[in-house]
């Protein structure tokens, strides 16, 4: 089973930069999109190959979003996690035989770290939300989470420690996921620095490769034995951020 999660920043615009010959490419099982930026209506995706399509969008339009297209039907699907975000369509979960797949979209501190309280709150409650699945099965989780967990994930970690998305308080919040038994799967394969999935548009950030490993796979710890492998896809254009992935039994 191959999963692949990409946060396309605005599914209209990657559409017309290639996003089917990728998918093509990739031959992924299931596709888990964030920041959507639409509503299923306004999107003409032909992607013949996945019949089965979850849109969860934001109230505001042009904002946020998530999506799923999936080629194996779920037993379920549950929108957002909890009154905190249903609003901006941040969460998907779709149940399968033998484990839930969420896929998320985090919301982001911005700039002045105004929204840092409610990131904070927003994180525990997606935590609670992921150990009250797990009680029925496991759970794999995948997406943008806003967040360079530690020094290794980030170009310039001396200067951005009152950054959104490298403070104490966002990167405790991933420690919380890791301490309650979830795997970051990149990191079971690939120790090194330099793997990034976010670039900013500006200063040819993305040519020097100065970036931010903020897009994920975590597991529970009990499917760690049905994990083959995880990846990141740094060639891969059409957004700020590129795809990950996973293969797992």
């Given at each position: 089973m191959k999963i692949i999660s990409w946060n396309v920043n605005g599914i209209r615009a990657v559409l017309k930069k290639g996003f089917h010959d990728f998918v093509a490419k990739e031959k992924p099982d299931i596709i888990c999109i964030?920041?959507?930026?639409?509503h299923p209506d306004q999107v003409d995706t032909i992607m013949h190959d996945y019949p089965h399509h979850y849109w969860h969008s934001a109230k505001r339009k042009g904002y946020s979003g998530t999506a799923i297209f999936s080629k194996i039907e779920p037993l379920s699907v549950i929108y957002g996690d909890g009154p905190m975000n249903d609003d901006e369509g941040r969460v998907i979960t779709l149940e399968f035989k033998d484990y839930y797949l969420v896929t998320v979209y985090t919301p982001n501190s911005k700039r002045e770290l105004e929204r840092l309280d409610y990131r904070q709150e927003w994180d525990n409650n997606f935590l609670k939300f992921l150990k009250t699945l797990e009680k029925k099965k496991p759970v794999v989780f995948c997406g943008d989470l806003n967040v360079a967990h530690k020094e290794i994930d980030i170009a310039r970690p001396k200067t951005n420690t009152r950054s959104a998305g490298f403070t104490e308080e966002e990167r405790?919040?991933?420690d919380n996921f890791v301490n309650a038994d979830?795997?970051?799967t990149f990191r079971e394969f690939n120790k090194e620095p330099e793997n990034y999935t976010w670039w900013s548009?500006?200063?040819?950030?993305?040519?020097?490769n100065v970036g931010w490993r903020i897009d994920y796979f975590c597991i529970s710890k009990v499917l760690k034995k049905q994990l083959k492998g995880a990846f990141i896809l740094p060639?891969?254009?059409?957004?700020?951020?590129c795809p990950v992935g996973i293969e797992i039994k």
């Amino acid at each position: 089973m191959k999963i692949i999660s990409w946060n396309v920043n605005g599914i209209r615009a990657v559409l017309k930069k290639g996003f089917h010959d990728f998918v093509a490419k990739e031959k992924p099982d299931i596709i888990c999109i964030q920041e959507t930026k639409a509503h299923p209506d306004q999107v003409d995706t032909i992607m013949h190959d996945y019949p089965h399509h979850y849109w969860h969008s934001a109230k505001r339009k042009g904002y946020s979003g998530t999506a799923i297209f999936s080629k194996i039907e779920p037993l379920s699907v549950i929108y957002g996690d909890g009154p905190m975000n249903d609003d901006e369509g941040r969460v998907i979960t779709l149940e399968f035989k033998d484990y839930y797949l969420v896929t998320v979209y985090t919301p982001n501190s911005k700039r002045e770290l105004e929204r840092l309280d409610y990131r904070q709150e927003w994180d525990n409650n997606f935590l609670k939300f992921l150990k009250t699945l797990e009680k029925k099965k496991p759970v794999v989780f995948c997406g943008d989470l806003n967040v360079a967990h530690k020094e290794i994930d980030i170009a310039r970690p001396k200067t951005n420690t009152r950054s959104a998305g490298f403070t104490e308080e966002e990167r405790k919040g991933f420690d919380n996921f890791v301490n309650a038994d979830f795997i970051d799967t990149f990191r079971e394969f690939n120790k090194e620095p330099e793997n990034y999935t976010w670039w900013s548009y500006m200063f040819k950030a993305r040519e020097r490769n100065v970036g931010w490993r903020i897009d994920y796979f975590c597991i529970s710890k009990v499917l760690k034995k049905q994990l083959k492998g995880a990846f990141i896809l740094p060639k891969v254009m059409g957004s700020d951020h590129c795809p990950v992935g996973i293969e797992i039994k």
